[in-house]
């Protein structure tokens, strides 16, 4: 059957790295409650000239060499982002301008911190229809622009930055537990819009004509979170048909550390299976999973034959999972 199959990763972060003792001189904060409450010591922030395209394309050819294709044999870009460049056109169009690709299909997919995962199931979809053949899936955010930089609760919390992957369609044994039966297994996505005002942004095109600031009830989220990604997960793995002790890396979306700590405990997963990030890089929205694959792709730690879930969850609320084999 056709599948798509992960054939390289990449990631950028913007130059300036900020560290929790510089912001505890701006606000009312310190690198102890910091730590302590989220794992965060650094995140990076991204300075002039630096956008949510520039970072989507730094990681787009990063992904591109390792995979070690040219952007020409790209076919189709799904770029997941809260913080496009423009409300339109498409920031997945200017990263298409940008790696010079003549024609393709590029499109933004919009679900926040879980937008990744919806951009990886969408393009799976469109792969295994048989129409697209190779995909450069994008997660880009710039969230410093749209914190309140007066809120401690908020502003402390994300980092920006962008991971990409490329997918290609590939033909594979249908049995998701022949070890030649690459890509991705198995997706499952979820959205329950009651949430809304736990975590959104207070500004729009079609409602105050503003951009808007980051507003979040962290503690609901945070309960929420738990229970939605430990269930997911489950969906996710049930659906490849693989049982929780045949998973080798969980990278999963990086919003505090105690989140993906309870999570682990949750499915019975050891901590040291577990891919984290948040310490250097905060909660970077959409692109956390990508970014934090990457990482783990470039230190050695995920391999060919591995199998990785991917799991996030974000404003809408949103969350998901996805199950492959590296
Ligand atoms: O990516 C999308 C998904 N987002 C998430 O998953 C975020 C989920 N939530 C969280 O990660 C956590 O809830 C937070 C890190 C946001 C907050 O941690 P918490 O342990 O839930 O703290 P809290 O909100 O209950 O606040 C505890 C105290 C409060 O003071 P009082 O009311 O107890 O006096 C806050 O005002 O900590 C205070 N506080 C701070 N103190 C120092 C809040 N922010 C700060 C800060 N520095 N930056």
Same mark, same amino acid.
């Given at each position: 059957?056709?599948?798509?199959?992960?054939?390289?990763?990449?990631?950028?972060?913007?130059?300036?790295?900020?560290?929790?003792?510089?912001?505890?001189?701006?606000?009312?904060?310190?690198?102890?409650?910091?730590?302590?409450?989220?794992?965060?010591?650094?995140?990076?922030?991204?300075? +002039?000239?630096? !956008? @949510?395209?520039? /970072?989507?394309? =730094?990681? *787009?050819? $990063?992904?591109?060499?390792? %995979?070690?294709? #040219?952007?020409?044999?790209?076919?189709?870009?799904?770029?997941?982002?809260?913080?496009?460049?423009?409300?339109?056109?498409?920031?997945?169009?200017?990263?298409?301008?940008?790696?010079?690709?003549?024609?393709?299909?590029?499109?933004?997919?919009?679900?926040?911190?879980?937008?990744?995962?919806?951009?990886?199931?969408?393009?799976?979809?469109?792969?295994?229809?048989?129409?697209?053949?190779?995909?450069?899936?994008?997660?880009?955010?710039?969230?410093?622009?749209?914190?309140?930089? +007066?809120?401690? !609760? @908020?502003?402390? /919390?994300?980092? =920006?930055? *962008?991971? $990409?992957?490329?997918?290609? %369609?590939?033909? #594979?044994?249908?049995?998701?537990?022949?070890?030649?039966?690459?890509?991705?297994?198995?997706?499952?996505?979820?959205?329950?819009?009651?949430?809304?005002?736990?975590?959104?942004?207070?500004?729009?095109?079609?409602?105050?004509?503003?951009?808007?600031?980051?507003?979040?009830?962290?503690?609901?989220?945070?309960?929420?979170?738990?229970?939605?990604?430990?269930?997911?997960?489950?969906?996710?793995?049930?659906?490849?048909?693989?049982?929780?002790?045949?998973?080798?890396?969980?990278?999963?979306?990086?919003?505090?550390?105690?989140?993906?700590?309870?999570? *682990?405990?949750?499915?019975?997963?050891? %901590?040291?299976?577990?891919?984290?990030?948040?310490?250097?890089?905060?909660?970077?929205?959409?692109?956390?999973?990508?970014?934090?694959?990457?990482?783990?792709?470039?230190?050695?730690?995920?391999?060919?034959?591995?199998?990785?879930?991917?799991?996030?969850?974000?404003?809408?609320?949103?969350?998901?999972?996805?199950?492959?084999?590296?």
């Amino acid at each position: 059957m056709i599948r798509s199959v992960l054939i390289g990763t990449g990631s950028a972060l913007p130059a300036r790295r900020v560290s929790n003792a510089e912001l505890a001189a701006q606000v009312d904060t310190t690198d102890e409650w910091i730590v302590e409450r989220t794992g965060i010591r650094f995140r990076h922030i991204a300075g +002039e000239g630096e !956008t @949510t395209a520039t /970072l989507a394309r =730094d990681a *787009a050819l $990063a992904a591109l060499s390792a %995979a070690g294709v #040219t952007a020409q044999d790209i076919d189709l870009i799904v770029l997941a982002t809260a913080t496009p460049d423009n409300t339109f056109p498409a920031t997945a169009t200017k990263v298409q301008a940008m790696l010079g690709i003549d024609d393709c299909v590029a499109f933004d997919v919009a679900a926040v911190c879980s937008g990744f995962l919806y951009a990886v199931q969408v393009a799976d979809s469109m792969l295994r229809s048989g129409v697209q053949r190779r995909a450069l899936v994008i997660g880009a955010e710039t969230f410093s622009r749209i914190l309140d930089w +007066e809120d401690r !609760t @908020t502003c402390v /919390l994300f980092g =920006d930055g *962008a991971g $990409a992957i490329v997918l290609e %369609a590939r033909d #594979t044994p249908d049995d998701a537990t022949d070890a030649r039966a690459r890509g991705i297994l198995a997706t499952r996505l979820h959205a329950d819009g009651r949430h809304n005002e736990l975590l959104y942004v207070d500004g729009g095109p079609s409602t105050t004509g503003t951009v808007g600031k980051l507003r979040m009830k962290g503690r609901e989220v945070f309960r929420h979170a738990v229970v939605n990604l430990a269930a997911v997960m489950e969906e996710a793995l049930a659906a490849a048909g693989l049982p929780t002790d045949a998973v080798d890396w969980v990278v999963p979306h990086q919003a505090n550390a105690r989140i993906l700590d309870a999570t *682990a405990r949750k499915l019975s997963l050891p %901590a040291e299976k577990v891919v984290m990030t948040v310490d250097r890089h905060a909660n970077t929205s959409a692109a956390s999973v990508p970014l934090a694959l990457d990482q783990a792709v470039r230190d050695g730690r995920v391999v060919a034959g591995q199998i990785v879930v991917l799991e996030a969850m974000g404003g809408g609320f949103t969350w998901g999972a996805a199950v492959l084999r590296i």
